[in-house]
């Protein structure tokens, strides 16, 4: 299948600024083409479809760094706790009860809802991750799956037995080790998943000192700082990308500057859970590679890139009391190179360029919200919403277009399964 896109208005957001009448096109999976209109080749390229952009705007895909998808079956249970109490007292109760069809299913709303957003990679840590992947590969979409999860789950040998039954062969999927925080899994766990990604040659991923309470009892108990504990321990010998960082103090951010990690922010959920306000400007500032995530939809509740972004630019302004920092191009730049670099995806996807995969997304120009457009990024940042989104590729397949996810997606089952698990989880849990 070959496609071209005309008339483009392209987010070239490396060099910060749009290029107008672009063509882009592709061929199966991949960008062969990326300029303008008038350009020998595009002219000449022959293609099974046209698609005409109209002058609308053409991003790379948004790349949610850091979500557990299947946690849509929880959304709008158990709001407004202290994640402590939410976490420990609620979800990890309610979760015993899942089943791989629950996850299965719940993985596939959470990735519809990122669809619509113009989402087309996401990271999602859970458990029963051969659910979690048979979801993306039946929807299409891009997957960096996470290999580990709980105590039980992160002994060397259970990672490996997990990991080793899992696709390899698919080009959407990829892997990385992952210990869900220093506070679920001991010393011994967090040691074995960093020798399983130091033997598979995986990258990590780890919650790290989200709340207070989290960064108060690791120095109580090992007499280090979260990040001086799984520096201790080899996290950052690998790369590394760290979900949240709100309490990481100067000294400790600094000294992971010049290590291979990068720090997904999830404004939303911590907002939410009353967590704090994650330093990421002044990480930013000191040469971290920060990326967005939405976290799981029952800590957000939502599951959408540009609220992220949003929330993500005007939370340090408010802080630091300075309007001239985090412009909307460097949210774009966030969701895009920043996240695709921390996924260890930044040969192939992040960027509209020719040899990158065809993960696109079509914002619309003429919506009521965001006209007059006098500045593309920030018509994105500060006034986009999931509704501007016409069109989702990912891998050169549209999967949402004006309203409407492909033939193949059966959008009735996914909801009547989750509203079905979702009743029956709350009977069985008695939350
Ligand atoms: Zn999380």
Redesign the pocket.
């Known amino acids: 299948m070959k496609t071209k896109i005309i008339n483009a208005t392209l987010l070239d957001v490396e060099n910060n600024k749009v290029n107008y009448n672009t063509t882009v096109c592709i061929d199966n999976s991949n960008i062969v083409f990326v300029g303008e209109n008038e350009n020998l080749f595009a002219q000449s390229f022959v293609s099974d479809k046209v698609i005409d952009f109209e002058g609308d705007i053409l991003s790379a895909g948004f790349i949610n760094a850091?979500?557990?998808n299947a946690m849509t079956l929880f959304r709008g249970l158990k709001d407004d706790l202290p994640l402590d109490k939410w976490l420990f007292d609620n979800m990890f109760v309610i979760e015993k009860y899942l089943n791989k069809n629950d996850i299965y299913y719940g993985t596939q709303l959470g990735l519809l809802e990122g669809l619509k957003s113009g989402i087309t990679t996401n990271f999602d840590?859970y458990f029963n991750q051969d659910a979690i992947v048979q979801a993306n590969i039946d929807l299409k979409t891009r997957l960096v799956c996470s290999v580990g999860a709980t105590q039980e789950q992160n002994s060397y040998n259970s990672i490996i037995n997990m990991y080793k039954d899992l696709p390899k062969d698919n080009e959407l999927i990829s892997y990385m080790a992952y210990a869900h925080s220093i506070y679920t899994i001991d010393t011994k766990g967090l040691e074995d998943t960093v020798c399983v990604a130091r033997d598979y040659k995986l990258p990590l991923h780890i919650?790290l000192a989200?709340t207070l309470n989290e960064v108060g009892e690791c120095v109580q108990k090992y007499n280090k700082t979260p990040i001086q504990l799984i520096e201790d321990i080899g996290f950052f010998e690998h790369k590394c990308l760290i979900?949240?960082g709100v309490h990481i103090d100067k000294d400790d951010y600094l000294s992971i500057v010049q290590k291979n990690v990068s720090v997904a922010h999830?404004p939303s959920?911590n907002m939410k859970l009353g967590s704090g306000i994650a330093p990421i400007y002044s990480m930013i500032e000191a040469g971290i590679n920060v990326c967005l995530?939405t976290?799981?939809p029952a800590?957000n509740n939502s599951i959408d890139m540009f609220r992220e972004m949003y929330l993500g630019s005007l939370l340090q302004k408010v802080n630091l009391h300075e309007t001239q920092i985090m412009p909307a191009s460097l949210l774009v730049k966030m969701a895009t190179i920043n996240a695709a670099k921390a996924l260890n995806l930044d040969n192939k996807i992040g960027k509209i360029k020719e040899g990158y995969k065809a993960d696109l997304v079509r914002i619309s120009i003429n919506d009521i919200n965001i006209l007059p457009l006098n500045d593309y990024y920030s018509g994105i940042v500060y006034s986009g919403k999931p509704e501007n989104v016409k069109m989702t590729m990912v891998n050169g397949e549209i999967l949402y277009e004006n309203g409407k996810f492909a033939d193949f997606i059966d959008t009735d089952k996914i909801i009547f399964e989750c509203k079905n698990a979702n009743k029956r989880l709350k009977i069985e849990s008695n939350i």
Do not use: L, P, Q
């Open positions: 850091h979500n557990h840590s919650h989200e979900a949240h999830c959920s995530g976290d799981g800590s």
